[in-house]
Each structure stands twice: as structure tokens, then as C-alpha cells.
């Protein structure tokens, strides 16, 4: 199961009765795929849109429905799950749930729940257009966010009614997504937090490059990771196939030197860079016009060094902690920490290429640590997301501790 900030979290999804009930079994199955132990609260109305049971056998928990179901613990259940929630989710929340949550009713078993909730509450308003942008509605969403609670605002587009506007329910990947970043700690708020990923191409001729296997996962994690932490994070990412992770500045590159200028021009307002980019360090001397066509015997391809962009960072470098990657196929720790000296890298993350589950393309990394006083921390084989983390954590205590100095 992929480990992750989620894992073994209590979260209680509560489920109102509307159109958009049918995604919120996926906002399960999300929640359940990342670990989490969920509990289902539904409306009465909301089981008029899908049965209980579907959500029993995705949970594999009972799910509350009415206070007073004939089991012993029914009447009490609402406090003991409030009590050992992490989390809320009530997606769907239609205007009548708006209403009663706004105004402290509790005649059903959700809203009678969410008065004994002192966990973190995300409310995923879905509901017609004209009724979302009623005065009564918004005041409701007003009071809500005074109250503490996160409202995640609907997205647009056509509704079930047959209207077009604000009113739909997010998508359960953002509905997750964000969950998981309202339930990270913040100690990287503040941070302008410059991240580089996937691999640059450089061209050979209009239909050929030269380029590597990197998938951008291990970047996008980071930045993923670094925003759920508060951070202001810009993202430099070569080609890749990868959602962009949400909240974060994205600068698409291609070449080598268009990485290097996006990469300098954001660099005197970054505080924390990671360099997890797959740089060519060659490029071909001249890149044909027309496609070079096959001929009868051999051909040389004259390359010439590209610019070394983790290094000029480590050059330039004031007040920035940056942070390097090394993927080697041999003699990893000489390698890295070679390159953690000649580059000026507070950080180095270092990686052996050669097993499935580790390097380029696979979901999960096995890393090294090598740090500038000295220090060598040798990570399990964990999954890219918690190896993002890991890293953060220890940026972070640089960042502390940068600041103490400072001060």
C-alpha cells in the first residue's frame, strides 16, 4: 500500500443527498488506496443516490445513517467518531447541509456528528448554480469559514439541472489532494521554494534529441509535497506525462538552457532550491535544419558541454539552501559526495540505477543522504511521495535553523 501523509489517518466522509454523491465512492476508494481507515456518514436523502453498502464494502466499516439504528452503540457512535477523526470530508454538501452546519442544527446524524467535531472539517459545496450564488448560501459558506472550516470552491461548468455555472463538486483527485494538504503541518510556510524536474531534450535534427529516461515523479513529489507545507513552490519541469501539482507555478522547458534561465530568473527570490532535473550534460555542436537522412556506413555526432546549472547555483548562491540529486551506476557515495563539495550543495539526495523499484520511472526510490557537515542518512525503500517528505524535513530543519543564525 503506498505510504503516505493519509496513512492510518481517521478521516469521516459524510455524504449528502445530491446528484454528485456518485463521486464521492471514488473520494473513498482515493482515501482508502492512500491508507486511511474511513468512516461514512450519509443523509437520509443521500441514500436515495447510492446505497449504504457500497460504501460498507469499500470501507470495510459499517456507515451511520440514522442515531438511532438498532445497535448498542448507535446513539453514541457520533461522538466516538468525532473523537477519533483526523479528518472531515462532506462531499457532496448541499445547501440545506450548508444551512444546518452554518447554524449549529443538528436534527439528522451528520449534522448532529459535526457539532462534536473538533478536527479539521473540508465542506465541498454542490449544488445549482443559482442556488450556490443565493445570498442566503453565501452567507452560510461565510459563517463556515469563520467557524474554521476549509470550503473547497465548486468548479463550473454543465450541471445535472441542465444550467451552466458554479456548482459542481470537485474531482475526487483534488477533493483527496487537498484533504492531504490541509492535514500537512505548514513549517515551510513563508518558503519560496524553486523545484527542477523530468529531463531535458536537446535536438539533433527536427525528429531526433538527445535526452534520458526520467519521469519528473521524483520532482513533482517535492513540489507536491513542498506546497502541502505551506511553501510557495515554483516548479521547472523538462517533458514529462505528470498531472502539474496543484497551487504551484509551473515553467515548462525543454532545453538545457531554457531550464537555466528559468531557473536564474527565479533564483534571487528562492530561499530553498531542489535540483532533481535530469540535465544533459551534452548537446549535439550543430543541430540540422532537415532530418538527417540514413546512409550506407556509420555516423559521428560531435556533442559539446551544456551549461552546468547546479553548479552555478551553488556559485551564485546567498542565502539559498539548495538541494542536488545524484543517480549513479557505481561508487555512489564517492560520486555524491564529490559533487556535494564541488557544487556547494547543503544537500545531496544520491541513488543507485540499476533495480526496478529505485531510479527512473518507478513509483518508489531508495536514497542516500549526504549532507555539507559531514552527515550520511540511508533511507528505506519507500514511496516517492514520503521520500519527498523526508527530504522536506530536513530542508526544513536548515531552514530553522538558518533562521535562529540569523537572528
Not at 273 to 291: G, I, L, N, Q
Not at 400 to 407: G, I, N, R
Request: aromatic letters at 4%; a neutral charge; charged letters at 25%.
Amino acid at each position: 500500500m503506498k505510504k503516505t501523509v493519509l496513512h492510518n489517518k481517521n478521516i469521516v466522509l459524510g455524504v449528502c443527498g445530491g446528484i454528485a454523491a456518485y463521486k464521492s465512492v471514488e473520494v473513498l476508494r482515493r482515501l482508502v488506496k492512500l491508507g486511511a481507515r474511513v468512516r461514512v456518514i450519509m443523509t437520509r436523502s443521500a441514500t436515495r443516490f447510492v446505497s449504504p453498502m457500497t460504501f460498507e464494502v469499500l470501507s470495510e466499516n459499517q456507515v451511520c445513517v440514522d442515531l438511532f439504528e438498532s445497535t448498542d452503540d448507535a446513539a453514541i457512535r457520533h461522538i466516538a467518531w468525532a473523537e477519533a477523526a483526523h479528518g472531515v470530508i462532506i462531499a457532496p454538501a448541499t445547501a440545506n447541509m450548508v444551512a444546518k452546519l452554518a447554524h449549529g442544527i443538528a436534527d439528522d446524524s451528520l449534522s448532529t456528528f459535526m457539532l462534536a467535531v473538533t478536527c479539521p472539517v473540508m465542506i465541498c459545496p454542490s449544488m445549482n448554480s443559482n442556488m450556490f450564488e443565493h445570498p442566503a448560501n453565501r452567507r452560510n459558506i461565510q459563517q463556515l469559514e469563520t467557524d474554521g472550516c476549509t470550503i473547497l470552491a465548486p468548479g463550473e461548468g454543465s450541471l445535472a439541472c441542465g444550467t451552466t455555472g458554479p456548482g459542481r463538486l470537485p474531482e475526487p483527485a483534488e477533493i483527496v489532494d487537498r484533504l492531504a494538504s490541509y492535514l500537512t503541518p505548514d513549517d515551510l510556510a513563508g518558503c519560496n521554494i524553486l523545484v527542477t524536474a523530468g529531463p531535458t531534450r536537446e535536438a539533433i535534427d527536427p525528429v531526433r534529441f538527445i535526452s534520458n529516461p526520467s519521469s519528473g515523479k521524483m520532482g513533482y513529489a517535492i513540489a507536491r509535497a513542498a506546497e502541502y507545507r505551506g511553501a510557495r513552490v515554483t516548479l521547472v519541469t523538462g517533458p514529462v506525462s505528470l498531472e502539474p501539482p496543484l497551487n504551484v507555478e509551473v515553467v515548462p522547458v525543454v532545453t538545457v538552457d531554457d531550464m537555466a534561465d528559468a531557473v536564474f530568473a527565479h533564483l534571487e527570490r528562492s530561499h530553498v532550491v531542489v535540483k532533481v532535473a535530469a540535465v544533459s550534460d551534452y548537446r549535439p555542436v550543430k543541430t540540422e535544419t532537415h532530418k538527417i537522412k540514413k546512409g550506407e556506413g556509420g555516423m559521428q555526432l560531435a556533442l559539446e558541454r551544456t551549461t552546468d546549472i547546479l553548479k552555478t547555483v551553488g556559485q551564485l548562491k546567498k542565502h539559498q539552501i539548495v538541494v542536488g540529486f545524484a543517480a549513479e551506476t557505481r561508487d555512489m557515495e564517492i560520486h555524491a559526495r564529490k559533487k556535494l563539495e564541488e557544487k556547494h550543495l547543503d544537500i545531496i539526495a544520491a541513488n543507485l540505477i540499476g533495480p526496478s523499484d529505485s531510479g527512473f520511472a518507478s513509483d518508489t526510490n531508495r536514497m542516500t543522504l549526504f549532507f555539507a557537515d559531514g552527515r550520511k542518512e540511508v533511507l528505506d525503500l519507500m514511496d516517492k511521495d514520503m521520500v519527498a517528505h523526508l527530504i522536506l524535513d530536513r530542508v526544513a530543519e536548515l531552514v530553522k535553523k538558518k533562521a535562529a543564525s540569523d537572528d
